[in-house]
């Protein structure tokens, strides 16, 4: 990167207030809230609604509402809260016993109750934001409650982004492509926010069940085609069994070109060069996860603008640390804003 952590934190003040629109789901999206809101940026989270396990499949499957736990995280990584805060607790607490409330969610009974309050789920989570008093906004990508298909190169059909997520069902073969069934069109705000944009971050998250559903929704890869925002793809620090098995960094990037529909939209990538240590990856490779080749000549060749650094936070987890990722993407609203 041409710029250290420091440095972009004293660049950022110099910087005009660039809105900047998260896409994608689950802890990637979280993590980059988390590091981007501490920033001068107008900041609006765009989020997959395709889970259908844990909590959420269940308070789906009951109440018939958009799965609540996407939604959730990313509602906590922008309130003013602090991460040990008691509200930010209270909202991740996951009930142990309980007829009826073992394995489920705080946050996520709460956006239920607010939709059954509110009759509407983008109701639901615009009280959240009041409550949670977040920096930014949170919008589904679609209010259509639709659900998570994919084709192996078999010809298989795998129903559900659960059981996309965890293969029990041939995860040796490779995903050809995913669907939403029935069709579904895009949250009309989501679409404004995105055709306002001046960067769009895709990612980092699960490929196919995080972050690609954004883009299967009509009317997602029009407003980003049309939007004059900059389009960073974050590529993901590890592989995963039965869904990006063997992938490189530009394996990645070309299934988001693929799904957004143009070769050209696709104006940078963020792509980890730091390597884990050894004792941490042991736990991976039980998983048949592998970190991600960053192949920086291929990426060069399929992107403009490739984003290089070590941005994996210590821990007992190899995920991106949410100030180096914060700082990555500021480097790409420096160079194009």
């Known amino acids: 990167m041409r710029h250290s952590y420091s440095e972009i934190r004293n660049l950022q003040s110099e910087i005009r207030n660039p809105r900047v ?3 994608g789901g689950g802890t990637g999206t979280y993590t980059a809230l988390t590091g981007l809101k501490r920033y001068n940026v107008d900041l609006t989270a765009v989020v997959s609604m395709a889970d259908s396990g844990g909590s959420s499949g269940i308070l789906r499957d009951e109440f018939g509402h958009l799965p609540p736990g996407d939604v959730r995280r990313c509602l906590l990584a922008l309130s003013a809260e602090p991460a040990t805060g008691m509200l930010r607790r209270l909202f991740e607490y996951r009930f142990s016993k309980g007829r009826g409330l073992n394995g489920h969610n705080f946050g996520n009974l709460f956006l239920t109750a607010l939709t059954e309050i509110t009759g509407a789920p983008d109701l639901a989570i615009q009280e959240a934001a009041r409550i949670l008093n ?6 589904p990508v679609t209010i259509a ?5 994919a084709r192996l190169e078999d010809g ?4 559900g982004e659960t059981n996309i997520d965890v293969r029990r069902v041939r995860p040796d073969l490779k995903i050809i492509d995913v669907y939403l069934d029935p069709p579904a069109e895009v949250y009309p705000p989501a679409a404004q926010a995105l055709l306002a944009a001046d960067v769009i971050v895709i990612g980092p998250g699960d490929l196919y069940t995080s972050v690609i559903p954004n883009l299967l929704v009509d009317g997602v890869p029009e407003a980003i085609a049309t939007s004059s925002a900059k389009v960073v793809y974050v590529c993901n620090l590890m592989t995963k069994h039965g869904e990006t098995d063997g992938f490189r960094a530009s394996d990645f990037i070309l299934e988001i070109r693929r799904y957004l529909g143009s070769a050209e939209r696709l104006d940078a990538a963020i792509v980890n060069q730091g390597e884990a240590p050894e004792a941490l990856l042991e736990q991976y490779r039980q998983e048949h996860s592998f970190p991600v080749e960053p192949d920086l000549d291929r990426c060069r060749e399929l992107v403009p603008q490739v984003i290089v650094g070590s941005l994996a936070a210590s821990g007992t987890l190899w995920r991106h640390d ?3 990722l914060a700082a990555a993407v500021l480097e790409v609203v420096e160079r194009g804003c």
């Open 322 to 324: 949410p100030d180096k």
């Open 134 to 139: 977040i920096k930014g906004r949170v919008l």
């Open 21 to 23: 629109v998260a896409v």
């Open 156 to 159: 298989t059909i795998i129903k």
């Open 145 to 149: 409650n639709s659900n998570l298909g």
